[in-house]
């Protein structure tokens, strides 16, 4: 199914048009003369904006070129590319080695030399057979790096200025070409369709037959798949491969290698190539394609083109209110049978004026397919297809149950639900690099999924771990008390963005006394080296009548010193904590240890209470700026 969708987008996009060449970034020009003296080396840059107003450019990853496909493993010893490949595989570059004559880059030196070897081999070949003067230019340019040992000096100096790196991918620009690589060059085109095809051809003579389970049809089927993808995390920089099979186990039927898979050439090549174009974020039909969170890409695409597609990408990457507020209004967030109510309308009308109609159109359709890697092998995390207008309502949906009142960095009290995915999964971890990677795809799919994909356990439990750490600190992490309420909220439990005094769960109401606690000792002592938030937050959370009785009775010896001090504050504290005494009444307090679920409600309440209580000074002061303000400007 998943190549399926894939090799659909391949051919919906036009990226089987060219078999022999595939779009790639070249960082880096040679220059040579027409008799191939070097002219230096140029720094190609991609001319791809933004994709969001307002974003910052993307790293350079050099101009989109066609670059030949590969005609053999890439990570074959010896292996070149024609025309275009790494600098290490073109040039005798050594500056990137920590000592090039050291026993430790011998094996390094080697490699890199079978490699070379290989290149201008195939240069010799393709300027041979055309007699090109472009590729005569870089055949005698190849020569005098065997010859002139001040060429490779100047070369690696040349490199090492620019900051160049070994994996950079480079080609040659004639002179006489007025800048242009050789890469877009006809003849070298045209030259390099026919080897392609010819290589092509003796694998398919040379291999097995049978039905392509993407097609359909009965077709040869290649032992290895002809493209490595780049840009997976985790995977080897040269690429890495979604469907392999390295050992005899895993074959059958006398096949060899991924003839097993039963994918034919053409199918391979689409869906390598659909992969690598949404990875780049190259497609003209969902400009926005990739979300990558930690070690995983989330890549997003639609059946048909949508930009709605790109702006469920930003929601999740980068959500701001203009952005939610974009998928709100989308008329498909209105509910999943909006489009096929308006689809059966212009059918019942076609059938009354007599215009011929090809029936209702199925609706559009969203695919998130979540991948990572490992070393040479893709790993597939998790696949989504839904229809376009399901996911949108449940996206919806996700950020109104992600609503949670949050301190601004200047002390206001506001609601906020536009956390990205990231900053999400951040929160259940110490530090990003602690976040279990199966928590990505889990929120992922609980966006676009909605009810239908419920949050694990482990989710609510590793934000509770975190909260029990950080008592200490004046507020929670606002996106994991975000995250907890969803998970609440998806299993159909009441609660709300802010104080919800009238809520009566035990677990919640003692939440509120803790932050009411602290703020009593607060308002008696000042501050103190450890509050008791810092003592008690761990065992009151997790098993509250153990130390109720205790911090009811360390309250209300504060509330006695205060009325000593202020009675007046000492009466408003007594009055609110008598009122949310009330809501537990005393054969109501949980007794033995609580579920994470009841764990969750006490985190909530605390979180609120305090939020309120910063609400609370922030009118204060506001109401005092305005008496104050009114005393010195009376006319105004």
């Not at 011929?356 to 040479?376: D, M, W």
């Not at 919800?500 to 769960?505: G, S």
């Given at each position: 199914m998943i190549l399926q969708r894939l090799y659909e987008l391949a051919v919906r996009e036009q990226l089987l048009d060219d078999p022999a060449f595939e779009k790639l970034g070249v960082k880096i020009s040679i220059n040579i003369s027409d008799a191939g003296e070097y002219l230096g080396l140029s720094e190609l840059i991609g001319t791809s904006s933004p994709r969001v107003p307002g974003a910052k450019a993307p790293l350079n990853r050099?101009?989109?070129?066609?670059?030949?496909?590969?005609?053999?493993?890439?990570?074959?010893?010896?292996?070149?590319?024609?025309?275009?490949?790494?600098?290490?595989?073109v040039l005798p570059i050594s500056f990137d080695l920590d000592d090039p004559e050291g026993p430790g880059s011998v094996s390094e030196r080697e490699k890199r030399a079978r490699s070379r070897a290989t290149f201008w081999s195939q240069i010799d070949q393709a300027a041979e057979s055309t007699d090109d003067p472009a590729l005569r230019a870089v055949q005698a340019f190849g020569r005098q790096l065997v010859n002139d040992a001040d060429v490779s000096s100047r070369i690696n100096a040349d490199a090492s200025s620019m900051g160049a790196t070994a994996a950079d991918r480079c080609t040659f620009a004639w002179d006489d070409d007025g800048g242009t690589t050789i890469l877009e060059r006809e003849q070298v085109k045209s030259f390099y369709r026919s080897f392609y095809e010819s290589e092509r051809r003796k694998k398919v003579e040379a291999g097995a037959v049978g039905v392509c389970q993407v097609i359909g049809e009965v077709v040869p089927l290649p032992t290895t798949h002809p493209m490595k993808i780049q840009g997976i995390p985790g995977g080897m920089p040269t690429g890495v491969s979604l469907v392999s099979y390295d050992k005899d186990a895993f074959q059958s039927y006398g096949l060899d290698g991924t003839a097993n898979a039963g994918v034919g050439y053409r199918a391979a090549d689409g869906y390598c190539r659909a992969l690598t174009a949404l990875l780049q974020q190259t497609l003209e039909g969902n400009p926005k394609s990739c979300?990558?969170?930690?070690?995983?890409?989330f890549l997003i695409w639609t059946r048909d083109p949508d930009d709605l597609a790109s702006g469920i990408v930003r929601s999740l990457t980068d959500p701001t209110v203009d952005s939610i507020e974009a998928i709100k209004v989308d008329p498909r967030a209105a509910g999943k049978g909006r489009d096929e109510i308006h689809r059966a309308a212009a059918l019942i009308g076609s059938?009354?004026?007599?215009?011929?109609?090809?029936?209702?159109?199925?609706?559009?359709?969203?695919?998130?397919?979540?991948?990572?890697?490992?070393?040479?092998?893709?790993?597939?995390?998790?696949?989504?297809?839904?229809?376009?207008?399901?996911?949108?309502?449940?996206l919806v949906r996700w950020f109104a149950e992600l609503a949670i009142v949050r301190r601004e960095s200047k002390g206001a009290i506001s609601t906020s639900s536009a956390f990205p995915l990231w900053l999400l999964a951040a929160a259940t971890a110490r530090t990003a690099d602690d976040v279990n990677p199966d928590f990505y795809p889990l929120l992922f799919s609980a966006a676009l999924r909605g009810p239908a994909a419920p949050l694990p356990d482990s989710i609510l439990v590793a934000c509770l771990r975190r909260n029990g750490a950080e008592a200490s600190q004046v507020l929670f992490n606002s996106p994991r008390m975000a995250l907890i309420k969803l998970f609440l909220l998806r299993r159909n439990q009441l609660v709300t963005a802010a104080?919800?005094?009238?809520?009566?769960?035990p677990a919640y109401v003692c939440g509120r006394l803790l932050a009411i606690f602290e703020e009593i000792q607060y308002a008696a002592l000042g501050n103190v080296n450890a509050g008791v938030g810092d003592k008690f937050y761990g065992i009151f959370s997790a098993t509250p009548s153990m130390v109720f009785g205790r911090l009811v009775d360390?309250?209300?010896k504060h509330l006695r010193k205060i009325r000593g001090e202020n009675p007046g504050a000492s009466f408003a504290l007594r009055k609110r904590l008598a009122r949310v005494m009330e809501l537990i009444p005393p054969n109501k307090l949980p007794t033995g240890v609580l579920p994470p679920l009841e764990q969750g409600f006490f985190a909530l309440g605390y979180y609120h209470q305090l939020n309120d209580k910063i609400q609370g000074i922030n009118e204060r002061k506001a109401a005092a700026a305005m008496i104050s303000d009114s005393v010195e400007n009376p006319d105004s």
């Open positions: 050099g101009m989109e070129l066609p670059v030949p496909v590969a005609h053999g493993s890439p990570n074959s010893a010896g292996f070149a590319r024609f025309f275009a490949d790494t600098l290490s595989r979300l990558r969170v930690g070690k995983t890409a059938a009354h004026s007599g215009k011929k109609t090809s029936g209702p159109k199925e609706p559009n359709r969203l695919y998130c397919l979540a991948l990572s890697a490992n070393a040479a092998r893709a790993i597939v995390r998790d696949y989504l297809d839904v229809p376009l207008n399901e996911a949108t309502t449940n104080l919800d005094e009238a809520n009566t769960n360390n309250a209300n």
